[in-house]
């Protein structure tokens, strides 16, 4: 089981996940959408391509692209497409 909690609240629990670069990524099935705001921010990585991110809010407290996800990773990343992974004070565990 992995778990992300943000701000005393659990924002994404699986007992599915991925595992890319220390990172664990999330089926988006899994996230509490309740909790995600998409953003305009996209980054791009040179294996895995073009990242999106969610604003995560929780108790009025917003943390700016504090998830991403890949919509249409590379062939090499194919494995998390339709994951989401977490950073910037996001707590996870598994």
Do not use: L
């Amino acid at each position: 089981m992995a778990q992300a909690t943000w701000n005393g609240q659990v924002i994404a629990n699986s007992d599915e996940f991925e595992m890319v670069e220390n990172n664990v990524y999330f089926p988006r099935s899994a996230i509490k959408s309740e909790f995600f705001k998409e953003s305009a921010h996209t980054t791009i990585c040179s294996w895995k391509g073009v990242a999106h991110y969610f604003d995560v809010v929780v108790n009025g407290k917003t943390n700016a692209n504090a998830a991403w996800y890949y919509p249409e990773p590379k062939e090499a990343a194919k494995n998390i497409t339709g994951y989401v992974a977490f950073w910037k004070g996001v707590e996870v565990t598994k």
